[in-house]
């Protein structure tokens, strides 16, 4: 299962509601199955929000290098199949990150939701809030017998140091709303910080390690 020195790719997905099967089943068939067979790839997940418009794909990796592999880069540049063209016409990517890992508390293993949030921290470094502090006192699980854990991401070539990734692990995603309420909470007063994204979502599918 996930481990706070494990690198991860992440991202951000909308999909036309004419194309949800579409995507989910290429996703599930074709897509996980074909990265995970790639050096460096250990597992892959799919989340769905509670409006199921949007996605959140976290594909674990044991280094950042291994999305610049010659594998990689080969099997990016294989043909589509007919259905990852179809999926392709109606398929939005809102956000795309790799991210190092900066802090945790908890335990994931039982994960069954998540709350994700995508934070710009200060222009000034001296003025950025100390948010790995925050988040241990928060949502640590002996403070909140609902959520599992939290993970705290930086941006692996982010030279500015500004962007963070929040991922609160929740047992029950029926508890969502709840832990993303909190988290609202913890951010909105934070003088300078941006939050560009914060969501609940349900775990739809998860593969390999």
Not at 16 to 43: C, D, M, N, Y
Not at 190 to 207: K, M, N, R
Request: aromatic residues 6%; glycine residues 6%; contains cysteine.
């Amino acid at each position: 299962m996930e481990s706070s020195q494990e690198s991860a790719l992440l991202l951000w997905l909308r999909m036309a509601a004419s194309g949800k099967s579409l995507f989910e089943r290429w996703h599930s068939q074709e897509h996980i199955p074909q990265r995970l067979t790639l050096p460096g790839v250990l597992s892959a997940e799919r989340y769905v929000s509670a409006c199921n418009a949007r996605y959140f794909c976290r594909y674990r990796l044991s280094t950042p290098q291994a999305l610049a592999s010659q594998a990689y880069l080969a099997q990016n540049q294989t043909p589509p199949t007919a259905l990852a063209r179809q999926v392709e016409e109606k398929l939005r990517l809102e956000a795309r990150k790799i991210v190092r890992p900066l802090a945790s508390g908890g335990d994931s293993d039982r994960s069954h939701g998540l709350v994700v949030a995508r934070l710009v921290l200060p222009t000034e470094q001296g003025d950025a809030p100390d948010l790995a502090a925050m988040l241990r006192q928060r949502f640590s699980p002996s403070a909140n017998a609902v959520q599992l854990g939290w993970r705290l991401f930086g941006e692996h070539e982010d030279h500015e140091d500004r962007q963070r990734i929040v991922i609160l692990d929740c047992a029950d995603p029926r508890h969502g709303s709840r832990i993303l309420a909190a988290l609202r909470a913890l951010i909105a007063p934070l003088p300078g910080v941006i939050a560009l994204d914060v969501t609940a979502y349900t775990l739809q599918v998860s593969q390999g390690e």
